[in-house]
């Protein structure tokens, strides 16, 4: 089936650094979702993106659909404590079901 | 807050039984997704139904059932429970508007098989 490649699978900063993680994919997507995971709580939408090439900011994060349609990324600047969590992209791929395909998580600690 | 709400938060049961957790997706919102997060294979589509009518199927068993009300809740039935299906479910919720597919999901449903 469809997969996402999501890097790095972790990673340890420090407050005020900035960070940038990825997802690649053999398949070609029509839509790319940021989504941010506390422990315990469902995943919550960050930033959408509809068009190849196509880059969008919400706050500190900006996030960019890439020009093939196989790869996305997402970047924190100046991160602080709470940005603390998992964070995974989601593809959508063209015609059929909206279905998510969701890479397998980046999980972010920030230390003080 | 989302706008989607999934009961019960917390499910404890035994192997064999037969669970069902329910969902209420966003006021307006036509369609709802189901998926299974669980430790090794992470957040995986199991059914979509948009107004009323089943719309895609993903990996989701054959002891499983779901099905969206006229009211446009949900429920997603879980029977002859396994050890393995310990898992979060999450129901996620989206309007359907030309091409944009923002889906917001619920807290979740934490099941326990013991």
């Known amino acids: 089936g469809q997969q996402l490649n999501q890097s790095p699978q972790s990673m340890f900063i420090q407050e005020g650094e900035d960070v940038s993680m990825n997802c690649t994919s053999s398949s070609i997507f029509n839509t790319w979702l940021w989504y941010k995971q506390d422990p315990g709580e469902g995943p919550v939408l960050l930033i959408a993106?509809?068009?190849?090439?196509e880059l969008t900011s919400n706050g500190r994060l900006t996030a960019q659909f890439g020009i093939t349609r196989k790869d996305s990324f997402l970047n924190i600047s100046a991160s602080i404590p709470s940005d603390v969590g998992i964070y995974f992209c989601?593809?959508?791929?063209?015609?059929?079901?909206?279905?998510?395909?969701f890479g397998k998580g980046t999980k972010l600690t920030v230390n003080p | 807050d989302s706008g989607v709400t999934q009961t019960p938060k917390h499910l404890i049961t035994a192997t064999g039984q037969r669970v069902t957790l329910r969902c209420s997706p966003r006021s307006g919102d036509l369609s709802v997704y189901w998926y299974q997060q669980s430790l090794d294979q992470g957040l995986q589509f199991l059914i979509q139904?948009?107004?009323?009518?089943?719309?895609a199927k993903g990996n989701i068993l054959e002891r499983f059932s779901a099905q969206q009300f006229p009211d446009l809740h949900s429920e997603l039935n879980l029977s002859s429970l396994e050890l393995g299906d310990s898992a979060l479910y999450f129901c996620?919720?989206?309007?359907?508007?030309?091409?944009?597919?923002?889906?917001?999901f619920g807290p979740g449903t934490r099941l326990t098989v013991l």
């Open positions: 996620a919720s989206s309007a359907k508007r030309s091409s944009y597919n923002e889906q917001f």
């Open positions: 993106l509809y068009k190849a090439g």
């Open positions: 139904y948009y107004n009323g009518e089943e719309r």
């Open positions: 989601a593809g959508q791929t063209q015609g059929g079901s909206e279905k998510l395909v």
